[in-house]
């Protein structure tokens, strides 16, 4: 029995060594097929950048922009500021304040519905969620509780998107809290919205899964794929929010099989 003992913990031990690996070579990839043409010029700091984020967050906030990039991609570099020495600096604002104002002009984003992408503009659409003040533990449940088909999945990923989107938003309430960023739930709703009105339209019903395997974050295997198959960085993306969410909502049982359904 003690012997049984040692050689599963060692298993554990060397299998979570093995995956943290994976994730690094992962990330090494991203960097070399990513390469600046010009290196960040690291100076001027700008005091207003962070407060001028927000600011544009709030302003677009009234719908969802681009899939809720906006928020997104803002809440990956706001954490990276506040947990590095990079400095703000005014280039830097320049360019997320062009990337956020281009979510904006682009609209919701597309939706896959009978094989065809197509945007829904929720102006006029029935509302059918519940709105709540969004928790990490309300992000985990509107995700898993909500429905979808296969094959209208596999074209537009838009359940990884409610993920991300929602870990973004209480991630950036969390460490932002009073600025009045509970504005930006709303378009998470607004999005989900679209996707029951995109299910209603979809003809054709399915009980296909979307993969053939079991991938989970928490094994190498999943890390294996992701070298192969980057879908530019969705990988981590997914998995980073997934397990964050269940991690801050202090749920140790993290559904693989729902989990799957954006893969």
């Known amino acids: 029995m003690c012997g049984v003992g040692i050689d599963s913990s060692f298993r554990r031990k060397t299998g979570t060594q093995r995956v943290r690996n994976l994730i690094y070579q992962n990330l090494d990839k991203t960097v070399e097929e ?16 962070r407060s001028g984020l927000i600011e544009l967050l709030i302003q677009n906030s009234g719908t969802a922009n681009s899939l809720g990039h906006d928020v997104i991609y803002a809440y990956y570099m706001l954490d990276l ?15 997320m304040k062009k990337l956020l104002e281009g979510f904006r002009e682009s609209g919701p984003g597309y939706v896959t519905t009978n094989g065809e992408n197509v945007v829904i503009h929720p102006d006029g659409l029935e509302t059918k969620v519940e709105r709540f003040k969004l928790t990490p533990a309300m992000v985990l449940d509107l995700f898993h509780g909500f429905s979808r088909m296969p094959q209208m999945e596999k074209n537009d990923m838009q359940l990884g998107h409610i993920l991300t989107h929602g870990h ?6 969390q460490a932002f809290n009073g600025d009045g960023l509970d504005v930006l739930d709303e378009a998470l709703f607004t999005r989900i919205d679209i996707l029951n009105f995109a299910n209603q339209l979809e003809a054709v ?4 899964a979307v993969s053939e395997k079991s991938w989970s974050p928490l094994e190498a295997s999943y890390w294996e794929q992701a070298l192969s198959d980057n879908w530019h960085g969705h990988y981590y993306k997914y998995a980073f929010s997934y397990l964050k969410l269940n991690r801050m909502a202090e749920r140790n049982f993290v559904d693989i099989q729902k989990f799957n359904r954006i893969l």
């Open 34 to 49: 990513h390469e600046n043409s010009e290196k960040y010029r690291n100076d001027k700091a700008y005091n207003d950048c």
């Open 81 to 95: 500021l506040t947990r590095s020495d990079v400095s703000a600096t005014a280039e830097l604002y320049q360019a």
């Open 168 to 173: 973004a938003i209480v991630q950036l309430k």
């Open 205 to 208: 019903s399915s009980s296909a």
